[in-house]
């Protein structure tokens, strides 16, 4: 006989089915209750429920956009490959082009911020190249360079160097002071610091803390040595320091020979012994020496410009007109050509719409406070039959010659020069 497995015994199953029902029922209409009163909710302010839901969804994107961005970084920028840029910068700096150092190194300095030689030598340049401050945009590029040297590492004295040294060709003297100070004060051995701290003290009027430290820079060159960078700069200030403190002209050019022989390239110390020969009435040595160095440096306008003066002051027009053509094909808003250039204009060939022209540039566009710039530029408006144009120049002119003077201009050429346009002269 098989014996039947009994059914599982339940004694309260339908007891149980009837309260799950009724739970069921319960929750149901508790949610249905829920939505409804939401949506009577949303139907009286639909504008702060969706400014809500909105601020929700970007809180939730957000969330989600850091977690992607903990989980898969991106890639890192990779670095620039400048080695040619570098290497040509190099090959420039041994050659001596200083505009190819210029763009060169420059372009170099995007694959390495942080350099801090690569930094200074850029600035540096730019002071040198900048025709003794009068290009004020090379100045400020260096200011800004100088300025990067500083930020890739404060505690290197070359960013305060480059600085000091941009804003003293730029006669901020007093500016200058303190960087150089900053620099000397990181590295009190430092020759190079010294021999700009140097200058400077020359230029506020302390010619004594000047010649103290330009021995010290003398002695620490004989003693260590130094790169031909730095000899350079040490003799060249001390050549300035020989002329304007002393007025040793003799012992100056043998400084600034010295200062040339190490560095040929530099254009601005072969123009510091033109002008040296010039004050020691030696004009033939001072156009030989220029025209020499031009032969290397053909577009270089400070040359261009000091032998263009050269041959005026020993009265060689025709050349002089030359060379400040020239000098205006490299940069036509260069004053040292311009200025001039009006003048010869008026003066040999009596152009005087050109002459006119050219001095409207100098005065008006590129600051000249030269009186006789002022005072041709009236002149010329007065051959032209514009004497009322001519009146506010003369008067310029009469005010800056009281103040500054000037070799091309004597009292009784104003009287002339009023008279004409029947003006009547400044009272003092």
């Not at 200030?237 to 040929?264: C, D, F, H, K, W």
């Not at 005010?399 to 003006?423: G, K, M, R, V």
Request: charged content about 20%; some cysteine.
């Amino acid at each position: 006989m098989q014996l039947r497995v009994p059914k599982k015994y339940l004694p309260n199953s339908k007891r149980r089915s009837k309260n799950l029902l009724q739970r069921r029922s319960f929750w149901l209409f508790l949610g249905t209750l829920v939505v409804v009163g939401l949506g009577y909710v949303v139907m009286q302010d639909p504008a702060t429920f969706q400014a809500g839901a909105s601020n929700f969804a970007a809180n939730v994107s957000n969330e989600i956009g850091t977690l992607r961005a903990d989980a898969f970084p991106d890639e890192p920028t990779p670095t620039l490959d400048v080695r040619n840029d570098v290497v040509a910068c190099e090959n420039a700096y041994l050659v001596g082009d200083l505009e190819d150092v210029i763009a060169y190194c420059s372009a170099a300095l995007r694959g390495r911020p942080n350099d801090v030689e690569l930094h200074f030598r850029v600035a540096y340049t730019l002071v040198i190249t900048s025709s003794f401050g009068e290009n004020q945009a090379r100045i400020d590029s260096a200011i800004e360079i100088a300025k990067e040297t500083i930020t890739a590492n404060p505690e290197s004295p070359l960013g305060w160097i480059a600085l000091a040294m941009a804003l003293d060709w730029n006669l901020k003297h007093s500016l200058a002071l303190p960087y150089a100070q900053r620099a000397l004060e990181i590295d009190p051995n430092n020759i190079m610091a010294k021999a700009t701290l140097a200058n400077i003290y020359r230029n506020v009027g302390r010619p004594e803390l000047a010649k103290s430290l330009l021995d010290e820079a003398l002695t620490d060159i004989s003693n260590r040595g130094a790169d031909n960078e730095t000899r350079a700069q040490v003799w060249r200030n001390y050549g300035r320091y020989l002329i304007s403190v002393e007025a040793n002209y003799e012992q100056a050019l043998e400084a600034y020979q010295t200062a040339r022989q190490i560095m040929p390239s530099h254009s601005y110390i072969t123009i510091e012994i033109a002008r040296t020969y010039n004050a020691l009435g030696q004009p033939q040595q001072q156009i030989e020496l220029l025209e020499n160095a031009l032969l290397t440096a053909p577009r270089d306008v400070a040359l261009l410009s000091t032998l263009a003066l050269a041959y005026f002051s020993v009265g060689d027009t025709t050349q002089a007109l030359d060379l400040y053509s020239r000098c205006l094909d490299v940069n036509p808003r260069y004053l040292a050509c311009v200025s001039p250039m009006g003048w010869l204009q008026y003066q040999v060939n009596n152009d005087y719409e050109e002459s006119r022209d050219l001095l409207r540039l100098a005065t008006e566009e590129l600051g000249s406070v030269d009186p006789y710039d002022w005072y041709l530029l009236g002149r010329s408006y007065t051959q032209l039959g514009q004497c009322q144009l001519a009146e506010e120049p003369l008067r310029r002119s009469y005010e800056l010659f009281l103040e500054f003077d000037s070799p091309y201009i004597a009292p009784e050429n104003y009287q002339t020069a009023f008279a004409a346009c029947n003006l009547s002269m400044p009272i003092n």
